[in-house]
C-alpha cells in the first residue's frame, strides 16, 4: 500500500488528499483542522464545547484543534491538585496558570513547544467505544515519534499515554459527551522541561518525562511542521481521507463567549 498526498488552497483552507491505492472504493471523509498557534487556555476550552455543541447539531464536521498553550497546568475530574507540588500563590512567579477540567485523566503540563491536538469528533460514525478512541490517539503520537526514529509505546497497566521505556512523551486527557469527544493529546517536541519539575505528572510517581528532541538523533524541523505532521498522523489513524486546514480563524476565537462552565483559574 501507498499514500498519495496532494495538497491545494482555496480562499484561506488548505486541502490535504489522502488516498490509499488499495482503497479506492473508500467512503470520502473529510477532517477539518483549525491550526490556532498559541492559545490561552480558557479561550481553547470555550471553543471546544463550542464546537462540540454545533458538531451534536450536524452544523460542522469532525474538526481537529491543531495549538499551543502558554505555560499551563491542568487537574482533571479526579481533581487531583495534591499532585502540584508548587504552592499555588507562585504559579504566577514561574508565569504558570492552574486551571481545573473535566476531562479524564490526573494533572498535567502544558506549554510552548508542545503540540496539542484537541479532536472534535463524531464517535458514533466511528462505531468506536471510549477505549477505541484512545487507543487511536495514543497510536498517532506513536507514529509521529516513528518518523524520527523513536520507538514509543502505549502506558502498560496503571500508566497513560504514550511511553518511551520509562519516560513519557505523550499524554491524553479525553471528555466524551453524546458521543462527541474533546479535549485530547499533548505530544512533547521540546518544551520547557523545568515545568514538569513542579508535578507529579499525570500522578504516576518515580517516572520521568521527555521530549522528542531528547530522544530522537535526528534535526527537528520547526514546531509547526511537526504539528502538521502530528494532524496527518491522526488522520491515518483514524482513516480520514481529506484533511482541510483553516488557517485565518482568529475571528472565532474573538467570538468566543466569555461564559465558562468548565473550569476555573487560579
Same mark, same amino acid.
Given at each position: 500500500m501507498f499514500l498519495l498526498v496532494s495538497r491545494y488552497r482555496y480562499n484561506s483552507i488548505k486541502v490535504l488528499l489522502i488516498a490509499n491505492s488499495d482503497e479506492s472504493t473508500r467512503v470520502s471523509k473529510?477532517?477539518?483542522?483549525?491550526?490556532?498557534?498559541?492559545v490561552n487556555y480558557l479561550d481553547a476550552l470555550k471553543l471546544q464545547k463550542k464546537l462540540v455543541s454545533d458538531r451534536k447539531a450536524g452544523i460542522i464536521p469532525d474538526t481537529l484543534l491543531s495549538l499551543?498553550?502558554?505555560?499551563?497546568?491542568? +487537574?482533571?475530574k479526579q481533581n487531583t491538585d495534591y499532585n502540584l507540588l508548587i504552592p499555588i500563590s507562585q504559579l504566577k512567579t514561574i508565569g504558570a496558570e492552574l486551571h481545573y477540567t473535566t476531562r479524564g485523566g490526573n494533572i498535567t503540563f502544558?506549554?510552548?513547544?508542545?503540540?496539542?491536538l484537541y479532536p472534535i469528533v463524531s464517535l458514533r460514525e466511528f462505531r468506536f467505544l471510549a477505549?477505541?478512541? +484512545?487507543?487511536?490517539?495514543?497510536?498517532?503520537m506513536i507514529e509521529l515519534a516513528s518518523l524520527y526514529g523513536v520507538k514509543a509505546r502505549a502506558g502498560s497497566k496503571c500508566e497513560t499515554g504514550v511511553w518511551i521505556d520509562d519516560r513519557k512523551i505523550g499524554a491524553t486527557g479525553v471528555r466524551i459527551t453524546n458521543g462527541v469527544t474533546y479535549h485530547g493529546l499533548a505530544f512533547n517536541i521540546d518544551p520547557d522541561m523545568s515545568y514538569f519539575k513542579h508535578i507529579v505528572p499525570c500522578g504516576i510517581k518515580d517516572k520521568h518525562v521527555t521530549s522528542l528532541k531528547?530522544?530522537?538523533? +535526528?534535526?527537528?524541523?520547526?514546531?509547526? +511542521?511537526?504539528q502538521e505532521q502530528l494532524v496527518s498522523c491522526f488522520?491515518?489513524?483514524?482513516?480520514?481521507t481529506s484533511i482541510s486546514w483553516k488557517d485565518n480563524v482568529s475571528t472565532c476565537l474573538d467570538e468566543i463567549t466569555k461564559s465558562n462552565e468548565d473550569s476555573k483559574v487560579l
Open positions: 473529510c477532517l477539518e483542522v483549525w491550526k490556532l498557534g498559541t499551543q498553550h502558554p505555560p499551563t497546568y491542568t +487537574v482533571g502544558h506549554g510552548p513547544r508542545q503540540a496539542i477505549r477505541d478512541y +484512545v487507543e487511536k490517539i495514543e497510536l498517532t531528547a530522544e530522537t538523533d +535526528v534535526v527537528l524541523p520547526c514546531v509547526e +511542521v511537526i488522520a491515518r489513524q483514524f482513516g480520514y
